[in-house]
Structures are given as structure tokens and as C-alpha cells.
Nanobody, 119 residues
Framework: QVQLVESGGGLVQAGGSLRLSCAASRSISSINTMGWYRQAPGKERELVAT???????NYAESVKGRFTISRDSAKNTVYLQMDSLIPEDTAVYYCNAKILALGLITNYWGQGTQVTVSS
């Protein structure tokens, strides 16, 4: 199991930047995949970016070139640097961890952090 705590959300103007942090309660070196998802009002939760062992990174097309996912294993923290923000990025952002055990993958989620981009 793992507990995830997000921070860093807030209100920013279009064109601005934010950095989200996701602190894990255990070593992230042993977690198969960590990532960020988001959910806007009235929409389904969607993938934003993931980082998998050893260092495979995947981005949604809508954020490529603007967002950067990274991790600091010493701090058990995953980050999402968001630049050139647009109003369409407004959503609750959730940290996710996928842990493989006994042949099954279990998803763990943080409580979410609100990101609002004003035009």
C-alpha cells in the first residue's frame, strides 16, 4: 500500500506555470508506475503523464511540450511541472501509483489538488 499527498495547485493566469508535488508514504523506487491524471467538471478523469521503471515517460498529446513529469527517489516525490498553462488545463489533478503484487496491479490515488487557469 501507499498513501499519496498532492500539493502545489492554485490559481494562475494563462501562460503561467505551476509545479505539483506528490509525496508518497513509501519508497517510490519500488513502485511500477507513478503518474498524474486530471478531471475537469463534467468530464471523465484523463491521463496527463506517467513515469514507469526504469524511466519510461508518457504524456497526453494535449500537454506534450508544456508539462514535464519527474521524480526524486530520495524524497519519495513525483513532480509535474506545468508551463504555458491554458484555461483548458483547469481541473482537479490526481496523483496515481500503480503497484504490481502477486500478479495484480492495484491503483492508489491521492486526494487531488485544484488547478485553475484564468484567461
Amino acid at each position: 500500500q501507499v498513501q499519496l499527498v498532492e500539493s502545489g495547485g492554485g490559481l494562475v493566469q494563462a501562460g503561467g506555470s505551476l509545479r505539483l508535488s506528490c509525496a508518497a508514504s513509501r519508497s517510490i523506487s519500488s513502485i511500477n508506475t507513478m503518474g498524474w491524471y486530471r478531471q475537469a467538471p463534467g468530464k471523465e478523469r484523463e491521463l496527463v503523464a506517467t513515469i514507469s521503471r526504469p524511466s519510461n515517460i508518457n504524456y497526453a498529446e494535449s500537454v506534450k511540450g508544456r508539462f514535464t513529469i519527474s521524480r526524486d527517489s530520495a524524497k519519495n516525490t513525483v513532480y509535474l511541472q506545468m508551463d504555458s498553462l491554458i484555461p483548458e488545463d483547469t481541473a482537479v489533478y490526481y496523483c496515481n501509483a500503480k503497484i504490481l503484487a502477486l500478479g495484480l496491479i492495484t491503483n492508489y490515488w491521492g486526494q487531488g489538488t485544484q488547478v485553475t487557469v484564468s484567461s
